[in-house]
């Protein structure tokens, strides 16, 4: 029960610190980063992960590292969230998502060295 309780309280932290101004300025600053000339920029996905991660570690300096991870991963699905709801959605090849989760698990090992 203590893992559940520990776990709860580290995504309660993270949801409460994601409507901060500063958390709005970074989703803002990954959208940018993320869309060039109406194309999603998935290379850049890992330096976005690794800069929030950054920022929100100096900017909550009580926060665990859990914590920071979380919070950065939230950060960055509301900006993928963003970009897809102001998307007009095509086809979207299934196949490819072998190759996505690929990126973004070699993302977050970047991040987490």
């Known amino acids: 029960a203590s893992a ?5 309280s580290t995504v309660a932290n993270s949801v409460s610190r994601l409507s901060s101004p500063s958390a709005v300025s ?3 600053s990954a959208v ?3 869309v060039s000339n109406g194309q999603v920029n998935m290379a850049a996905l890992p330096n976005i992960i690794s800069n929030i991660s950054s920022s ?5 300096p009580g926060a665990s590292g859990c914590e920071v991870i979380v919070q950065a991963l939230l950060e960055v699905i509301t900006a993928l969230v963003q970009i897809v709801s102001s998307s007009s959605v ?11 989760t690929n990126v973004v698990a070699n993302a977050m090992a970047q991040v987490m060295g």
């Open 26 to 28: 970074r989703v803002s």
């Open 56 to 60: 929100v570690s100096a900017s909550a």
């Open 4 to 8: 559940a309780a520990s776990a709860a």
């Open 90 to 100: 095509g086809y979207i090849n299934p196949s490819a998502v072998n190759q996505i």
């Open 32 to 34: 940018s980063s993320l």
